[in-house]
């Protein structure tokens, strides 16, 4: 599978009512560092935000409790076993079964399913397969042209 944005994807990522982007991951692990590198070439515009967690994202919850989204899109580098630079939708029930998506302090579906329940938002979770979680300030070029076109698909929402 490529890199690009396919209809799913596409569909997955619509911008519904007030909707809040949040990118997960470590800038200094390679390629986990693709929700980061995400969240910091993304413009919040009005009835979008974009937060950047890092890799603290039970850091956010009062902010995007405060922004009161209607729908939620979490961006992170995960092991699902596919391509290098595969993106793709993961239910949040099947989170805890990829590795980089659970690595944060407190399980991703702990931390948003208080968002969800406080905000009654919809949550979809885009997971970029990664190759490297290596201590590197670098993107693999697969993950990087991911990244890139999610970046190009949300500064022209």
């Known amino acids: 599978m490529s890199n690009s944005l396919t209809k799913e994807i596409e569909a997955a990522l619509n911008i519904e009512g007030r909707t ?3 990118t997960i991951g470590n800038s200094f692990r390679g390629d986990d560092g693709v ?27 009062s902010e995007a409790v405060d922004f009161r989204p209607d ?12 391509a290098t630079g595969e ?23 702990i931390t948003f399913g208080i968002i969800i ?24 070029p697969e993950v990087e042209t991911s990244a890139l076109n999610l970046i190009e698909y949300f500064n022209k929402i």
Not at 39 to 61: D, H, Y
Not at 71 to 82: L, P, S, T, Y
Not at 87 to 109: D, F, G, M, W
């Open 20 to 22: 809040l982007l949040v």
């Open 71 to 82: 729908k939620i899109i979490i961006i992170d580098a995960a092991n699902f076993g596919g």
């Open 87 to 109: 993106i793709r939708v993961i239910p949040l029930e099947k989170v805890a079964q990829y590795s980089c998506l659970s690595t944060h302090n407190l399980p991703l579906h």
């Open 117 to 140: 329940k406080d905000t009654g938002a919809t949550l979809t979770i885009v997971a970029v397969q990664g190759k490297k979680m290596d201590y590197e300030e670098k993107l693999s």
């Open 35 to 61: 929700g980061p590198f995400i969240g910091e070439k993304v413009q919040s515009k009005e009835n979008f935000k974009v937060i950047n967690a890092e890799s603290t994202p039970e850091n956010i919850v």
